[in-house]
Structure formats: C-alpha cells, structure tokens
C-alpha cells in the first residue's frame, strides 16, 4: 500500500534528508587515493550522531556499515572496509541514508577519486542526468512509469544498461515502502503520482550488460561482465508545485547533484 505523507511528515524527511546531503558532500571533499572505505563508514556514523540521526543501514537485515561504498564494477552494497583503499581514477558510489524522530531519508551519489578517465566521467555525467529526468517525471497526475522510463531512454540512449535486479522504492516511516521504481519499462504505466506521495529514485547504470552478481560476502553487487557502473539517487517528494527533493537544500537548483 501506497502511503501519502502530510505536509508535516514531509518537513520531517527534509530536515532527515539534510543531514543525509550534509554527510555525503563531506563524504564527496573526502574521496582522495589513499583513503579506505572503512574510514568514509566511520565519517558517516559520527556524523550522524552529531546531528541526532540514526544511520540507517547499519544493522538493516544484518548489513554491517552507515554507508555502502561501491568502487568501479560495484553496483550497489559494498561493504567498508579498513583494507580497501581509493587509488586515483577511482569512481566510488556512496549510498547512505538515516532516521530521524522516525523518519527515514536515502540518497546516493558517484564521485570521481581524483582525475578519472573521460569513459568514467560520461557514466557518471549520463547516470545523474537520468536521475534529473526522471525526477523531473514526479508531478501529479503522471504515472510511476513515466519515472521509469525517463531513466532508461536516456541511459540506453548514451549506449548504456540499467540494473534491473535493484530498484527504487517508497520511503517515509520505513526505509522501503511501497511501491517499488524500476529503471525501466514503458511510460504510462503503474500508478498515478498523488500528492504526498514520498519515493527514493535510484538509477544504477552499467557501461556493458545490464546482468549484476552478489560476492561472497553476500551483499557486494557487481556487473556481471566486469563493466563500470555508477549509482545516483534522491529522496523526492510529489507535491503540488511539482518534485521536492528533501535530500538537499530548498535553496539548490540546477542538476539533482
């Protein structure tokens, strides 16, 4: 069941989604070779205790870190970790999200680890343009299809795949709510947006084939063929005025990140 937020709930994830964009621009300044995972985890949680928050991946269905750090050919889930350090021409996606007075925010972004290769800089460029678009998709009256396929026309456009094993999802008193958001599909489809409706869009975009696998330590997803991939998301809000993403500053403008 689809569940629509009042005004003031809505108020409540943005100030939880604030603290979620806080982190992860300081997370950004920090990316530089030579850093480990494991310390990005650590920045993460202590941030978020000092802002009165929860991280809220930590312990969710046993995952053990604050912020999923995914490197290169990672998707999605990577785990922190003291060992893994950045080396220059890295891309990294961070996934991070917390609760606040019960109120859950998400939001994700891939960052370049010093100079990275033009083919790096165009997956990330085209993934966070995918993600404008399709936020550009939540009004009311549309349907969640038209969100979807806002993403994979212009993925497939660039000449690239979108990971269907993974989705976006609803979000408010729990981190994943209905309905589920694929990266694809045709529009017109699915339900239609109403006000206060609250989804956390997430396109995760590979260079080859669109196939993922989960490692050993069952939670790291990577591409099947070994391609890179990269990872934006936002929690966005349907309101009347048009898409409210509470995981950044009211006064930003411009591209989503």
């Not at 917390?98 to 859950?104: A, D, N, P, T």
């Not at 966070?128 to 038209?146: F, H, M, Q, T, Y």
């Not at 094993?165 to 694929?182: A, C, W």
């Amino acid at each position: 069941m689809v569940i629509c937020k009042s005004p003031a709930e809505i108020e409540k994830m943005h100030e939880a989604g604030l603290i979620v964009w806080g982190a992860l621009e300081a997370m950004r300044a920090m990316a530089r070779p030579g850093l480990s995972t494991k310390e990005l985890d650590e920045f993460a949680e202590d941030y978020t205790a000092k802002h009165g928050a929860n991280p809220a991946f930590k312990g969710y269905r046993g995952y053990p870190g604050s912020v999923c750090t995914s490197v290169n050919q990672e998707v999605v889930h990577g785990i922190p970790s003291p060992t893994r350090r950045l080396r220059e021409g890295d891309i990294l996606s961070l996934d991070f999200g917390v609760e606040l007075e019960g109120y859950f925010a998400d939001a994700a972004l891939t960052v370049p680890v010093g100079p990275v290769a033009p083919v790096r800089e165009k997956l990330l460029r085209v993934t966070r343009e995918s993600l404008d678009r399709a936020i550009e998709k939540v009004r009311p009256g549309n349907r969640l299809g038209d969100v979807s396929a806002a993403v994979q026309e212009w993925v497939e456009k660039n000449g690239y795949s979108v990971v269907r094993e993974f989705v976006g999802h609803g979000i408010g008193t729990r981190m994943h709510e209905d309905p589920q958001i694929p990266n694809y599909g045709p529009p017109g489809q699915g339900p239609r947006l109403q006000e206060g409706m609250v989804l956390a869009i997430e396109p995760m975009v590979n260079v080859g084939g669109p196939g993922v696998k989960v490692l050993a330590d069952e939670w790291t997803a990577v591409t099947e063929d070994g391609s890179d991939s990269a990872h934006f998301e936002h929690t966005v809000a349907v309101t009347s005025n048009g898409p409210w993403i509470l995981t950044r500053p009211k006064e930003a403008a411009g591209p989503c990140w």
